[in-house]
């Protein structure tokens, strides 16, 4: 990196010289990873509702195969851990996930498994795949990338370096959303072919990241890989120890990691807490966006302005309050302030029910999701071994997002047939249990982080 970009970096993001070239790799990184999730995201509730139907059941049924499914990947998934390297295993899962979602834009194009055939049916398996495909996407790349981005990061470097990879990854998203939104809108290519090429667009930005990653580990000197001292001089000494882990042990040791440890428990409850309110509201929106469609082109135009809202949004919100709220507050106030302000988005939905108000209060939370919430928790990992940034926070965001899931689709089937009274109740109720329980937790995990750093600790140290 040239010594004037370095300076620009440096004044622009306030970030330390010797940290610029790692966060401008893990901006880039991080800007193609969102940016083609973003539209993989949406296309698959689009590409669902069209195939398989749009019915509250068929959304309930596929939150729980994804989670059943998705335990024996991860499995799977721990035992590659300890095979490669930490940016290998990056090169590896945008690699199969670029192919498999260039793979899937083929088959969409199908004439009788795909897109023309218009005929939506929950025995069609195409549409099940590539929702089970999309919901892999967080807990193994998103998961991956962050747990690598942890390992090379120190706490007292989190704070900035964090929020500016944020940032860029909200630029991410706003560029392929309203690039995927211009195509929808001109619409020339008609609806399957529109959907094959976001989708094969989404891929070919996965199948860069490899290589922004190997320039990385050739640019940045190893000293600066290392990240949170105390942490990596642990890992290294388990690293050299001579025994191996039996496969058995190996594939079960971050599950295992993540009830030993309340410290660990308390991220999960994290990702738990904020999918449960988000999928809440979400499904209401996806119903509502099917209903007003009578194409996928419109469904996807509708899904992707909203997540186009979301990074809007959640770009403003970094670029102007995340770093000064995390620096002013610290991380526990801070950390509280997350379900707070959901809280709030959330009293304003109860209070004025109505599809607008749901929209507000999922955009809401969706941003100081990203915007906040994602930089808090993903420091929370720094003062972790290797095994709870790589294996148990895999289980983390893969069965805390799936097990919130299933629980919000539950209580979506139950209120589904109420009148709107009777619904209203029982989501006060809901929301408040949820929202109160967020905030205790929000307190004690700060407490414990700021100790664990205090006291130069690593979490998971074999004693």
Request: proline share 2%; aromatic share 14%.
């Amino acid at each position: 990196m040239s010594s004037k970009l370095k300076k620009f970096f440096k004044s622009l993001l306030d970030v330390e010289s010797s940290q610029i070239s790692k966060v401008i790799f893990l901006s880039i990184a991080f800007f193609l990873i969102i940016g083609a999730y973003t539209i993989s995201k949406e296309l698959k509730d689009a590409v669902f509702t069209t195939i398989v139907g749009h019915d509250r059941k068929y959304f309930a049924y596929a939150k729980y195969l994804s989670m059943l499914i998705l335990i024996p990947i991860l499995f799977l998934h721990s035992k590659l851990i300890d095979t490669v390297k930490r940016h290998e295993l990056v090169y590896f899962y945008t690699i199969l996930f670029g192919s498999l979602g260039l793979l899937f834009a083929f088959l969409l194009g199908n004439e009788h498994i795909g897109l023309y055939n218009t005929l939506s049916s929950p025995y069609r398996v195409l549409g099940w795949a590539f929702y089970f495909f999309i919901e892999s996407y967080s807990p193994l790349i998103i998961s991956v990338f962050w747990a690598f981005a942890n390992s090379i990061t120190a706490p007292s470097d989190a704070k900035n370096n964090y929020t500016t990879i944020i940032s860029a990854s909200k630029i991410g998203g706003i560029i392929t959303a309203s690039l995927g939104l211009l195509l929808l809108k001109i619409n020339i290519f008609g609806d399957t072919l529109n959907v094959q090429m976001l989708l094969g667009f989404a891929s070919a930005l996965l199948l860069i990241v490899p290589m922004v990653i190997y320039k990385l580990t050739k640019v940045v000197p190893r000293k600066d890989m290392h990240g949170y001292e105390a942490a990596y001089n642990v890992n290294k000494a388990i690293n050299k120890k001579e025994e191996k882990e039996g496969w058995f042990s190996s594939i079960t040791s971050g599950l295992v990691l993540l009830f030993k440890y309340p410290y660990v428990m308390g991220i999960f409850g994290m990702t738990f807490f904020f999918e449960l309110v988000n999928q809440v509201i979400k499904v209401e929106n996806i119903i509502f966006g099917k209903t007003s469609s009578s194409t996928i082109s419109e469904l996807a135009y509708f899904l992707i302005k909203q997540a186009l809202i979301v990074h809007l949004v959640g770009l403003v919100i970094v670029l102007f309050g995340t770093r000064i709220i995390i620096k002013t507050l610290g991380e526990l106030k801070a950390l509280m302030l997350i379900p707070t302000l959901t809280g709030i988005s959330v009293i304003f939905f109860l209070k004025y029910p109505s599809y607008t108000s749901a929209m507000v209060a999922f955009v809401v939370t969706r941003a100081v999701n990203y915007a906040l919430t994602v930089p808090l928790r993903e420091s929370l990992y720094i003062p972790t071994i290797n095994e709870i940034r790589f294996k148990t926070k895999s289980w983390i965001d893969g069965l805390g997002s799936k097990f919130a899931k299933m629980a919000s689709s539950s209580f979506n089937m139950y209120t589904d047939g109420h009148i709107a009274s009777e619904v209203l109740t029982m989501q006060t109720v809901f929301f408040s249990i949820t929202i109160s329980l967020w905030i205790i937790l929000s307190y004690a995990l700060g407490k414990r982080y700021e100790k664990a750093v205090e006291d130069n600790e690593v979490i998971g140290a074999k004693n």
